[in-house]
């Protein structure tokens, strides 16, 4: 017996957007995965993203990344919609941060170099 098209729904789900990244948005996504400090997803997201377009399945890349199939999705589309702005964290509720991700991580880059003596001085000196 031939299947239906909601059975053939179910064991396909639905086809997933197609992510084709610039070289620009790829370098940045690249970027996003090096970094040791930052948004906790920004890497993640990077790797989505990147393994989306490599041509692999939500399925496995949830797998390989311990996350759900559920968040492949939602990185992917607002990929999809936004391009690498929708990748940022959303608006959050509480006091607004001081400092920008670029300070952040350059005060983590002196720390791993061994500059934390002109770290130390900055912070006696406050």
């Not at 490599?54 to 990344?65: T, Y």
Request: hydrophobic share 35%; aromatic share 2%.
């Amino acid at each position: 017996m031939k299947p239906t098209h909601q059975e053939l729904c179910i064991d396909m789900g639905r086809p997933a957007t197609v992510i084709l990244p610039s070289e620009a948005d790829r370098t940045e996504l690249l970027r996003r995965i090096t970094l040791r400090k930052g948004a906790q997803d920004a890497g993640m997201c990077a790797e989505v993203i990147l393994a989306c377009a490599a041509g692999e399945s939500g399925n496995a890349i949830a797998q390989r990344l311990r996350t759900s199939k559920n968040v492949v999705s939602r990185w992917r589309q607002r990929f999809s919609k936004w391009g690498l702005l929708g990748l940022n964290d959303e608006k959050r509720s509480g006091r607004p941060r001081t400092i920008t991700d670029e300070q952040d991580q350059q005060v983590v880059n002196q720390v791993l170099q061994g500059k934390s003596e002109d770290l130390a001085t900055g912070v006696r000196g406050a």
